[in-house]
């Protein structure tokens, strides 16, 4: 069955960076667009970046355009998002996330919040 862990998150200072993994299980990794989401307190979850089964980082939120980056390693069936220049504003759950038609599989998420 599909398994996604994230892993890698923590408390940081406004200003620094991070770098959250998502190892994924369960199906063909290398050719499937996986995405991160984020999902703050008392907000609705949001689109983070996508990063494409042809290792195409796009769709970045606005937000964090130009301070995150979304990769992938299909030897180690992982994607990755680093994160720099941290604000308290991206403080949130982050989630990696695998649509497969109209169902749509997450991991646990892991908690990153940024604060001094």
């Known amino acids: 069955q599909v398994q996604l862990v994230e892993s890698g998150g923590g408390l940081v200072q406004p200003g620094g960076s991070l770098s959250l993994s998502c190892a994924a299980s369960?199906?063909?990794?290398?050719?499937?667009?996986l995405a991160w989401y984020r999902q703050a307190p008392g907000k609705e979850r949001e689109l983070v970046g996508v990063?494409?089964?042809?290792?195409?980082?796009?769709d970045y939120a606005e937000s964090v355009e130009g301070r995150f980056t979304v990769s992938r390693d299909n030897r180690k069936n992982t994607i990755y998002l680093q994160m720099s220049d941290l604000k308290p504003e991206d403080t949130a759950v982050y989630y990696c996330?695998?649509?497969?038609?109209?169902?749509?599989?997450w991991g646990q998420g892991t908690q990153v919040t940024v604060s001094s």
């Open positions: 369960g199906f063909a990794f290398s050719r499937y667009t």
């Open positions: 990063i494409t089964s042809a290792d195409i980082a796009t």
């Open positions: 996330n695998l649509q497969l038609g109209s169902i749509g599989f």
